[in-house]
Structures are given as structure tokens and as C-alpha cells.
């Protein structure tokens, strides 16, 4: 192992070389352009959400929609909500006074189609508790010229059950973009996250596939995290396949310039960031595209490194059963990040040398209940990647705290192993 | 120099052609027609306007309940941007609520009846107020439906209105100053943000541990269920103290711990619990919570978004400027602000009540 040292010149001299972090602030279509409803033409709409019963379309026509106040779908089946286009309908809560989310979804076998949420002060759609839910051609974001104003989460099914989220985009959330909580047997396929902090995430959840998405220019591409303290208390199972996750180099801007990180996870992720993997388990990684991060192509981490209490029932810090391979990776892009700690451990501490994007990155916490060494592998992270004396792969070895990081580039221990990974999604591919 | 005297002139044209255009929205979103012709009670509910329910007799803005309603006060209240609240149940006819398991089951047909209002001076509570709101609980064969009927200028009669609506209040706060307060009626749907249990709308007040206390009137004081029970109305109340009940958090002479749990827990428990909507937060703040980890205590946030701050902890002990929880209640950006809904102002005495618990806390 290499022991490494802090040099302060070099991270001033690397700081002054991308002074400049990356910002997004594209838009799909301009919605500006759309004609505005009328007062009463928009108070439909939200009588007809209030009035909606087991069964119903509620179908919203062509136009711009200016809300100051939520639209809330309660407890009902089999509703369909259909806009014109996701470039024709646009739901605007730019007024909203009140209230968490613009668009709040409880029930069962909810779909809701084509069309646009924008700048929600909160959450874009919320669906709770709601057993079969459809998102599909539908964008949220937010339109904000100063991205510290905007809403947390863009899609966000939280408690639900059998979740497809298919044909959709999501951007400048200031956590997730797409973002599953707390629920069982999700799809998040064909679809778009651009400019959040994190693009697509699955969190305390089970038996889900993301495959077949664009996540580029965030902060972090594709995250599989599970958070202490909560009802569902550890999730397992999860395919993130065919994915490309690119460039996503965005500034963190889930606290506000000048400001590090708080309690919440997602304000350390250091741009950069391809895939993150945060006390996750059963997580296989296969035949993305994973390129131009420029931090870290995959990210395998425990909760440890937040620094935040690891005691909680039912719920583990470790990441593990992880399988990783048939990958494509690309360093080229530019230096570590710098703006967060995990930035600077990538930068100064990464085994390949100082200021070098690291393609796979492995944060070196084991149980020590399993194994004394993790050279065994005790935490089951197995990589199986065609070319993986090219890559850069970096262990680190945080045991001896901050001031003693030390890492190696040693694979050995994590590959010629398979861990078989199972999710079954079948009966949710035809919603 | 010109130009920007130009620019301010501009500024200021837009800001009165603004507020113009606001109290127009205003006035329509809020003045509600008068009856044209007499509604009839069919017994078909909800009816469109508030005088067709008779809960009242006289005037209707004079609130004088006919004789089949009971008024009833929870202990601590719910802190609804300074709003004076007066709360009824009707309990229909021959019919009984009774006590199940802890819990007290309403017969078909109960209504409970809660009038938003503001004095126009607080120091004189009883003199001349203006009703904003009254919000209807009925209880049907599918279970409770919440139903916002909104006063007209006039104060004369209140409309059913499902998709809500906004309002400027203007009053004279109890130091004397004026205070205007934009006020937001909640749309139908939005009441379950609140009123939800697993899903199902549930009234919140109406609970054993909430009523479960005596209130003076007049020379004597009584406990409210031992007069629901009285009054035929309420089955198997045993005694006050074989049930729960919460105190007053307003009451100085309860332990601060005691007073600062009743305020999280009217004010902020019906989302916060393990069958509220706010479940997936793990942050847990009803009365009966005894696990320091689900009250916030040294836990981290998971979907607070901006609502963090600048912090790490719903709550850490000893330190209220740095805690999650008091974070947001003293917020009124959407987003950040706790409650989700029902405040655009900020509670000071909550907030100085929760920062002295918080301070107590190691």
C-alpha cells in the first residue's frame, strides 16, 4: 500500500485550473409560447382532480396552466391523467403558496401521460402510497434562471408498489430528478435526467431495473442508496443496465453557493460522479456507457464515509453483493472534483496519481464481524470488467481516519467472482 | 440619473398595476354569491351553501348553535396563521359515538363543523370578527369527506367551494399593531394532507387524548367526554384518568417537556407518524413516541431538500439555530416551511416554546 500525503499547493494550483464548475440550464421546448388558460379553464382542472372517481380520464388539453394551488388525486383506481404532449400541456406552480408537491398522487393503477410539470416550489409529482403507477412522456422541471431556487425532487414515487417510470425527462431538480423511495418493483426505463444534482436514484427499495436511460450533465448520473432510520429499512435488488451516463460534471447545487454539505446524503455527491452505490444491496452494474465522469465512473461506498451515525434496526451501513461488468468507461474529461470531501479523497488519494479520474472506486469499508481482511472480500463486490488492467481502480483504506487515507490499485481481491443478482420485473413490463 | 429615475417610476407603475391585479384576483376567488333561491336540506350531502345545514340559529355569522350541536376545545390547537377556530360536532339524531379500542367511532352521518374567523381586534376577541371559512367533516357509508365552504363579504352565508381559494386578512394583533395576513383555503384534496390516516381522511381533534380534559365554563369545569356522555352522545368513557389525554401547551404549569410535546404533536404528529403521510421521513413527533432517533434527535434528513438548510440534524440537542425542526417552522418559503400547509406566517410563541425544549435537550 502508498501512503499518500496532503500537498495544499497542488489542490490551490488544481482549484485555480477549474475555478469554473460546469452549469446546465437547457430546456426541452420554450412553454412561454404556449397559450394561457383562463382562470376558469385551469379551476377545471383542479375540480376535475378533486372530483375524479374509480376509473376516470381526466385529459387536460393543449395549453399553459398557471396553479396556485396543488392538484391532488385521492385514493382512487384505475385513473388515467393525459395531457395533449409533453410539449402542449404544461401544469405551471410557479404560484404555488402552499403545499409540498405540485402534483400528488395516491391510488391504484394510476397513469398519468404527456405532459409537462414546471417549477413546483417543492417535489414536480408526487405518488404515495399507490399500487401501480405510470409515468409516462411526462417532463418536469423547473425554470428557474438561478437553480438554488428550485424544487427537490422532479418524479418522485415514494411507498408504492409496481412503478414504471417509461419515456420521461427530468431535469434541474436540486436533489433527484427521478427519484423511487421507499418501494417495491420498479422499472425506470427510456428516459431522460439532465442537470439535477442526481440524476436517477433508487433509495430504500427493492427489485427494480433502470436500463435503456440517458443520465447526463448532473452531479451524479445513477445513485443506489439506503438510508438509515426509515419504515422500508434496507432495499435489495437492483438492475442498472444499458444505461449511458454521461458527462455528468454539474455543480452541486443542493445547498447554495459557499455552503458544504448538510444532512442530506445527496449534498456530498461530488460532481462527477457516474454511478453511486451507498450502503446498497444486490446491485448489478452491466453494459452502460459510463463516460467523461469526471471524479468517478462507478462509486462503490458505505455510509461511514457520510460521517453520520450508523446505528439503526434492521439496516446496514456496508454495500454489498455488488457485480459489475461488460461496462464501457472514458476518463478523459478533465480533473476530480474538488468542491466536496469525496472529491478531494478521489483527487489526492486516488492510487493512480493526484488530479486522476478514477473509473471504479471502492471506499474500502468491510464488516470486520465476517472477515479480519477485506482481501477476501468479505462485502461480495465483484467486478468483471473486459480490459481492467486499463482502468483505474482504486481502493482506499480509510481505517486509520483522516489523517492516515491510504489506497491501492489491487483488484485481485474483487474480480474471477460472480454474485447472482435477481429481479423480477415481468409483471410490471406491460403497464 | 434620469434613466434610473425613469426605471424606478417603471417599478413602481408595475408594483401598483400588480397589486391591483392581485386584490382583483382576490376578491374573485373569495366573494361568493348570494342564495338565489332556497337550497333544500334534502339530507343530500354536501350541500352547496352553509345556512342549508341549520347547524346555527339566528344570524348565521353569530355562530348560536342549535340546541343538537356540542362545541368542543382540544387541548392544545393547532396553529393556523393566528386564525380563531370555534369547533362543533353534530351527531345525528338516536345515534351514539362509542369508544373502541382507544378510539372514538362516530355514527353515519356525524359532521364536524370548524369556523376559521379573526377578530378585527385581538385584544377584544368578542367584539367584531370576520368568518373566513368553515370546514365540514361528514361522515358518509364510505367513510369522513372534507368539504371547504367560504364566507361571503357580506358574512351572511358560506358556499361550498372544492377548489379553495385566497384572502388578505387584516387585524389588530395583541401588541396593538396592525397585521395583514395572506390566507389560503385549502382545496379539498389538500385537507387529507393533514387529516389522513393510512389514507383515509380521519379528524384530528377528535381524539380521546386531545378532548380528554376539564374546561371551565362559567363557575363550573368539566371534562368534555364525561358531558358528551352526559348528553347521551358518547358511549364508554370509564373516567378522565383511564384514558390518555395531552395538556395545553400554552398551560406554564406543565413541564416544558410536556408542553413542547403537545405543540409537535397537534401541529405536526397527523403527518408525522408511522401511518401519516410524512412516514417516509422516519421522523415520528406524536405524544406517544419514546424513540429518541424517530423524534429527530441526532436524524439525518432524507427528503427535505432544501428544507435542511444548513443543517444535519432534524434536531440536535442542545442546539435549536442548528436543528432541522426549528429550522422550518421558522421559514415561509414553500418548500422549506412546516407545516406543508396551513401557515404563511410564523408562530413566535411555537418557536420560542420548541427552541427552549430543544435547548433543554442533551
Known amino acids: ?431 | 440619473m434620469i434613466l434610473n429615475k425613469f426605471t424606478s417610476w417603471i417599478a413602481f407603475g408595475i408594483l401598483l398595476f400588480a397589486s391591483f391585479s392581485c386584490k382583483k384576483e382576490t376578491l374573485e376567488q373569495v366573494v361568493a354569491e348570494l342564495p338565489v333561491e332556497e337550497e333544500n336540506a334534502d339530507g343530500n350531502f354536501p350541500y352547496k351553501w352553509l345556512s342549508t345545514y341549520s347547524f346555527f340559529e339566528g344570524e348565521l355569522n353569530k355562530l348560536r348553535q342549535n340546541s343538537e350541536l356540542l362545541e368542543y376545545f382540544p387541548a392544545s390547537s393547532l396553529f393556523t396563521d393566528y386564525a380563531f377556530k370555534s369547533r362543533f360536532v353534530s351527531i345525528p339524531k338516536d345515534s351514539i359515538a362509542e369508544i373502541i379500542d382507544g378510539e372514538i367511532n362516530f355514527p353515519e352521518g356525524t359532521i364536524f363543523i370548524k369556523n376559521f374567523y379573526y377578530p378585527e381586534d385581538f385584544r377584544k376577541p368578542e367584539d367584531k370578527k370576520r368568518i373566513i371559512e368553515t370546514r365540514l367533516l361528514i361522515l358518509g357509508s364510505t367513510g369522513w369527506e372534507a368539504y371547504p365552504y367560504i364566507w361571503n363579504e357580506a358574512q351572511t352565508d358560506a358556499q361550498l367551494k372544492v377548489v379553495g381559494g385566497q384572502t388578505k386578512v387584516k387585524f389588530t394583533n395583541l401588541n396593538g399593531k396592525e397585521q395583514v395576513i395572506d390566507y389560503l383555503i385549502p382545496n379539498k384534496n389538500q385537507c387529507k394532507s393533514c387529516h389522513n390516516k393510512n389514507e383515509q381522511l380521519a379528524p384530528i381533534g377528535a381524539q380521546i387524548k386531545h378532548l380528554n380534559w376539564e374546561r371551565n365554563e362559567g363557575e363550573t369545569s368539566k371534562n368534555q367526554l364525561l358531558v358528551w356522555q352526559e348528553k347521551g352522545k358518547l358511549n364508554g368513557f370509564e373516567s378522565p384518568l383511564s384514558h390518555p389525554s395531552l395538556n395545553n401547551y400554552e398551560d406554564k404549569n406543565q413541564s416544558l417537556n410536556l408542553r413542547a410535546r403537545a405543540y409537535l404533536d397537534i401541529n405536526c404528529a397527523h403527518c408525522h407518524n408511522a401511518e401519516g403521510p410524512a412516514s417516509t421521513s422516519g421522523l415520528f413527533l406524536d405524544y406517544e413516541e419514546t424513540d429518541p432517533l424517530k423524534l429527530g434527535l441526532n436524524k439525518t434528513p432524507v427528503a427535505a431538500g432544501k428544507g435542511a438548510g444548513k443543517f444535519t440534524y432534524d434536531i440536535l440537542p442542545g442546539k435549536p439555530d442548528e436543528s432541522i425542526l426549528l429550522h422550518r417552522m421558522k421559514s415561509t418559503e414553500v418548500g422549506v416551511a412546516m407545516p406543508e400547509i396551513g401557515r404563511t406566517t410564523v408562530h413566535e410563541e411555537g418557536i420560542k416554546l420548541i427552541r427552549e425544549w430543544i435547548l433543554s435537550l442533551k
Not at chain 1, 427519484?179 to 427494480?208: C, H, M, P, R, T
Not at chain 1, 451524479?220 to 432510520?229: A, S
Request: proline share 4%; aromatic share 8%; charged share 20%.
Open chain 1, 1 to 431: 500500500m502508498r501512503k499518500i500525503t496532503f500537498y495544499p499547493a497542488l489542490l490551490v494550483f488544481i482549484l485555480l485550473l477549474i475555478g469554473c464548475s460546469e452549469s446546465n440550464h437547457e430546456q426541452l421546448f420554450d412553454s412561454s409560447k404556449l397559450p394561457r388558460k383562463s382562470i376558469e379553464e385551469v379551476e377545471s382542472i383542479i375540480e376535475a382532480f378533486i372530483m375524479a372517481e374509480d376509473s376516470s380520464v381526466i385529459e387536460i388539453p393543449e395549453g399553459f396552466y398557471e396553479l396556485n394551488t396543488q392538484l391532488i388525486l385521492d385514493n382512487k383506481s384505475n385513473v388515467t391523467i393525459k395531457g395533449a404532449g409533453m410539449m402542449k400541456t404544461v401544469l405551471s406552480f410557479r404560484g404555488l403558496k402552499t403545499g409540498g408537491e405540485g402534483v400528488k398522487i395516491v391510488g391504484n393503477n394510476i397513469k398519468i401521460e404527456d405532459l409537462s410539470i414546471e417549477d413546483a416550489p417543492g417535489d414536480g409529482i408526487k405518488a404515495q402510497h399507490t399500487d401501480g403507477i405510470v409515468f409516462r412522456k411526462i417532463n418536469v422541471t423547473w425554470t428557474n434562471g438561478d437553480k438554488s431556487k428550485n424544487g427537490t425532487y422532479a418524479i418522485y414515487p415514494v411507498q408504492c408498489k409496481n412503478v414504471v417510470i417509461d419515456d420521461c425527462v427530468a431535469s434541474h431538480s436540486k436533489d433527484a430528478g427521478i427519484y423511487v423511495g421507499q418501494s417495491e418493483n420498479i422499472i425506470v426505463k427510456n428516459s431522460l435526467a439532465f442537470g439535477n444534482v442526481a440524476g436517477i436514484e433508487i433509495e430504500n427499495s427493492d427489485n427494480a431495473e433502470v436500463f435503456n436511460n440517458v443520465a447526463r450533465n448532473n452531479s451524479g448520473g445513477i445513485l443506489v442508496f439506503n438510508l438509515p432510520g426509515l419504515p422500508k429499512s434496507d432495499g435489495k435488488g437492483t438492475k442498472i443496465y444499458n444505461n449511458q451516463i454521461l458527462e455528468n460534471n454539474h455543480k452541486n447545487f443542493a445547498t447554495p453557493i459557499g455552503e458544504g454539505p448538510n444532512g442530506n446524503t445527496v449534498t456530498m455527491i461530488p460532481p462527477g460522479s457516474g454511478i453511486v452505490l451507498l450502503a446498497a444491496k444486490d446491485v448489478e452494474v452491466f453494459g452502460n456507457k459510463i463516460l467523461r465522469n469526471k471524479t468517478a465512473g462507478i462509486a462503490i461506498a458505505s455510509y461511514q464515509i457520510t460521517g453520520f451515525p450508523t446505528d439503526a434496526p434492521n439496516w446496514s451501513p456496508y454495500t454489498s453483493n455488488i457485480y459489475v461488468h461488460d461496462n464501457e468507461y472514458d476518463r478523459s474529461k478533465g480533473f476530480p472534483d474538488l468542491t466536496r470531501e469525496l472529491g478531494q479523497l478521489v483527487s489526492l488519494y486516488n492510487a493512480h496519481g493526484k488530479a486522476k479520474t478514477q473509473d471504479i472506486i471502492y471506499d474500502g469499508f468491510w464488516d470486520q464481524n465476517l472477515s479480519k481482511t477485506i482481501e477476501n472480500n468479505p462485502m461480495k463486490i465483484c467486478i468483471e470488467e473486459a480490459n481492467m488492467s486499463e482502468l483505474f481502480f482504486t481502493l482506499f483504506d480509510l481505517t486509520g481516519g483522516k489523517e492516515e487515507i491510504k489506497s491501492n490499485k489491487n483488484y485481485q481481491p474483487f474480480t474471477n467472482c460472480t454474485v447472482s443478482i435477481a429481479t423480477d420485473t415481468s409483471k410490471i413490463q406491460s403497464l
